[in-house]
């Protein structure tokens, strides 16, 4: 993997245009915690700390102008330890992160005062479960499943209208990625893949759609896997129209495959107000774990994150990732999942 | 023999009494700015050059200062060790200006980025900050800050100052030079002048493309232009170079100034229409990006001129169908530098300013060059005043090569100077183009230009060996083969 790395980095011509987009550099200014100066480490062979303080939004490939494929570049350069080992194996067992969460979260430990400060005690669920044999499978994904439960009830019902759904919860792999564990993504991806057997999954936390969509790059596995939002407006879905005014986050992951479109355009078809943010797709701050393992730099995308939705001048914002909206309520907003503003209103 | 041995020893000598120097000036860096905004030791690596590729020198230290007044006070500490410093914005300079060759300690002023007031037709901002942030803070106002570089979602404005940078608007609206209104500047001395606005001896002229070799600039105030009402796009196509570049002559005898003009040639359009660029542009010799802007009946007017102009020069009018046609056709001009990545993996991309009437010529010689070499190249440029973009592909793991890439380049742009033109139109000289300078310039322009700078730059700390030749007692560092190719070359 450090070879093909390598390999990738001959495409990046050093020329600059990544840095505006990426967070880390934009909340600090230096060239360590870029893209570009992380490309070049990796080239002068430099143990650099600016691979681990990355966010793995990957906003900088959408800048790139040479379609540097950074996202695969850094993979072998992050560090995992064994909070981060414990983390991911919870991601993939739900169930278990949330009873674990329910004890650990009265622990005095820096970590959990930090986890404390996003997230209060009795919105930690188990997550919602069935047996059906679906005709499609909801994935709500890892956090959502055990801290938004009212949203993938909503999505259930709403979906259950239409549809056989099975629910099958666990983890797509974004977080063993960004952790550098391409084994472990893979693992998961290739049991998603046997799971669903060929079936429609619709994820209720848009990264996870968007790196289902990346599995054929990275694995040689399809899925076939579609945003919420993607979903309803491919499948002619009817909504009912609300008459409110918010604001849209566009995760990050998300953007960059184009799935912000569908999140739009389905809000559009709800037929509420959009008063946009600055920059909707600029990094919300949560960046998977990051929020807990980077606190400082995480704050500090989130104070900028803060000063691009103020801009917007309304206070209800559209996030359709579970993490994304942990952050985003913390600066003071309310979210709302498109699942919720449909079943609301219905 | 000896000479040279003297020469060795000094440099040997200053070198490790800079590297003593610096280590018991880390400290006392930490203090001014904080000690997470000091970079030592590998990470410094990732300062060692900025946009120009072909030459890489490490820092021996990285300060990013978060205040005008940390500025300050890290200058005079710098000045008071006589310890060589330079300035880097963010890292785009395609003539290795900001390349610490001298082992200068660089001062990234990435951190200055505010904007600090909007008032009429001028703002105000830090030299930090990135060029396209101007016109994203002026979303709401009728008014727009003109120079675009095509690295302007990046490029500081600190740096286009420092390198007069143009782009595609220049035909009209004129270079960062007609948009800089005021500067604060801090002098190597440590101290701090707010300079223009004068109509006499107005000295802000030579800090526009000083690159960094008078003095620091701390805050900028540049002018501002209405939006136009109308503007309008049209394309050229032609069946032969020659065609094209006497279109672009026409265009401007038949009164019209247009807002751009663009060139591409056979080379460049393959090049787009193989990439993520991709902007069905008909595969053909060469063609023209026009825009026309200003009032409606003015643009109107203009069209037809430049309609009657190009079918003279036996071009073929395009008019795109709709937006998002029109925004294909820009961006696919946007993407011709890196979809040359089609031909090569890397590239010198050279500047030369020429008279538009002799572009027929020098396109010419340009590909004669690239066949004497056998390198890719392809044109890409601001056909509107005249500065050209060859770009010369080159394998940069190979130092041969290398070599010959700087060669051709040197060719080109000898001609061009030949034909009347300039070395550099907007990327500035840095290293890149320095041997150009004693072509261009007599040595008494040269000695007075050297004059100019040590009357600023009094103890000689500030980005020297680039810009201006060295004199015959300047003893400059000369990191490599390469960098020696750059600084005497075949002149």
Redesign the interface.
């Known amino acids: 993997m450090y070879n093909l790395s390598l390999k990738l980095t001959d495409m990046c011509t050093h020329c600059g245009f990544c840095l505006e987009t990426c967070p880390t550099y934009v909340v600090t200014r230096n060239e360590v915690h870029s893209p570009r100066g992380r490309i070049e480490a990796i080239r002068a062979g430099i143990n650099s700390i600016g691979f681990q303080t990355c966010m793995y939004c990957r906003l900088c490939e959408t800048a790139c102008p040479a379609g540097v494929k950074y996202g695969q570049i850094i993979i072998p350069f992050r560090k995992s330890d064994l909070k981060k080992v414990i983390i991911e194996k919870l991601l993939e067992n739900p169930k278990l992160f949330s009873k674990v969460l329910k004890y650990t979260n009265k622990i005095h430990h820096p970590d959990m005062e930090r986890f404390r400060k996003f997230i209060k005690d009795y919105e930690i669920t188990e997550p919602l479960e069935n047996n059906d044999e679906g005709d499609i499978i909801l994935f709500p994904g890892c956090i959502e499943s055990i801290l938004f439960r009212k949203t993938v009830e909503n999505a259930f019902k709403l979906l259950s209208k239409r549809y056989k759904v099975r629910i099958l919860n666990g983890c797509c792999g974004l977080a063993h990625i960004s952790n550098g564990n391409y084994e472990g993504a893979k693992k998961l991806a290739e049991k998603l893949s046997r799971e669903v057997n060929g079936k429609k999954v619709v994820t209720l936390q848009s990264n996870c759609a968007a790196f289902m969509k990346e599995y054929k790059e990275l694995f040689g596995i399809e899925i076939n896997s579609y945003d919420f939002a993607e979903f309803l407006i491919k499948e002619s879905i009817e909504v009912p129209r609300i008459n409110d005014t918010f604001t849209i986050h566009y995760p990050c992951h998300a953007y960059r495959q184009g799935l912000t479109k569908y999140i739009k355009e389905l809000a559009l078809r709800l037929g509420v107000k959009i008063s946009e943010m600055e920059d909707p797709y600029f990094e919300c701050g949560a960046g998977g774990d990051y929020w807990l393992s980077h606190p400082k730099l995480s704050d500090l995308v989130m104070k900028a994150k803060k000063e691009k939705i103020d801009k917007s001048g309304v206070k209800k914002v559209i996030v359709t990732n579970s993490v994304c909206a942990l952050a985003i309520r913390s600066m003071g907003y309310e979210v709302f999942h498109l699942a919720d503003l449909i079943f609301q209103s219905q | 023999m000896f000479i040279y041995f003297k020469l060795n020893s000094i440099i040997i000598i200053y070198k490790l009494r800079l590297k003593i120097m610096i280590v018991m000036l880390i400290d006392r860096l930490k203090e001014v700015v904080g000690e997470e ?1 000091v ?1 030592t030791g ?2 410094t ?3 060692s ?3 120009f ?1 072909p030459l890489k020198v490490n820092p021996p230290i ?1 300060v ?1 200062p978060g205040s005008e007044e940390e500025v300050i006070e890290l200058v005079n500490l710098l000045n008071e060790n006589n310890v060589k410093y330079l300035v880097r914005g ?3 300079s395609l003539s290795g200006s900001t390349t610490p060759t001298q082992g200068e300690v660089v001062i ?1 002023l ?2 200055l ?1 505010k904007i600090y007031s909007f008032e009429g037709y001028e703002i105000t901002v830090g030299p ?1 900050l ?1 060029n ?2 101007i016109n ?1 803070f002026l979303s709401t106002s009728n008014l727009f800050y003109a120079p675009d570089p095509s ?1 302007y ?3 500081s404005i600190g740096g286009n100052i420092s390198h007069d940078s143009g782009g595609m608007h220049t035909p009209k609206y004129g270079t960062t030079f007609d948009s800089v209104v005021k500067l604060k500047v801090l002098l190597p001395d440590g101290s701090v002048d707010e300079i223009g606005g004068s109509n006499f001896f107005d000295p802000t002229s030579i800090f526009v493309g000083a690159e960094g070799t008078l003095g620091i600039i701390l805050r900028a105030t540049l002018r501002l232009f209405p939006r136009p009402e109308k503007s309008k796009t049209l394309m050229a196509s032609f069946n032969s170079i020659e065609d094209a570049a006497r279109a672009v002559i026409n265009v401007f005898r038949c009164g019209v100034t247009p807002a751009a003009m663009e060139f591409l040639d056979k080379n460049s359009i393959i090049a787009i229409e193989n ?3 991709k902007a069905n542009y008909p595969i053909t010799e060469a063609i023209l990006l026009i825009e026309l802007d200003g009032y409606s009946e003015n643009v109107e007017e203009e069209e037809v001129r430049v309609i009657k102009a190009i079918r003279e020069s036996k071009g073929e009018i395009h008019v795109p169908k709709d937006e998002e046609e029109k925004n294909r056709w820009w961006w696919g001009r ?2 011709a ?2 979809s040359f ?1 089609y031909y090569s ?2 590239y010198l991309t050279l500047d030369a300013n020429v008279p538009r009437s002799t572009l027929p010529t020098i396109l010419k010689f340009i590909y004669d060059i690239s066949k004497k070499y056998g390198l890719p190249v392809a044109n890409s440029f601001h056909a509107g005043d005249g500065t050209l973009h060859p770009l010369i592909g080159f394998n940069p793991k190979n130092v041969d090569e290398t070599i010959n890439a700087i060669r051709a380049a040197e060719e080109i742009t000898k001609f061009a100077i030949k034909l009347g033109g300039v070395p550099s139109g907007e990327h500035g000289i840095g290293i890149e183009k320095i041997k150009f300078m004693k072509l261009y310039y007599s040595e008494d322009d040269l000695e007075i230009m050297r004059r100019i700078r040590n009357s600023f730059d009094v103890k000689g700390l500030l980005n020297r060996c680039k810009l201006i030749p060295p004199s015959k007692g300047e003893i400059c560092n000369v990191v490599n083969k390469i960098h020696s190719y750059l600084l005497e070359g075949d002149i």
Do not use: H
Request: proline share 8%; net charge neutral; no cysteine.
């Open positions: 905004w970079i590998e990470d690596e990732l300062y050059y900025p946009a590729i990285v990013l963010s890292g785009t990234s990435t951190r980025n930090g990135a396209f942030m994203k690295s979602v990046v490029s990439t993520q660029y946007k993407g530098f890196p990545a993996p890397a």
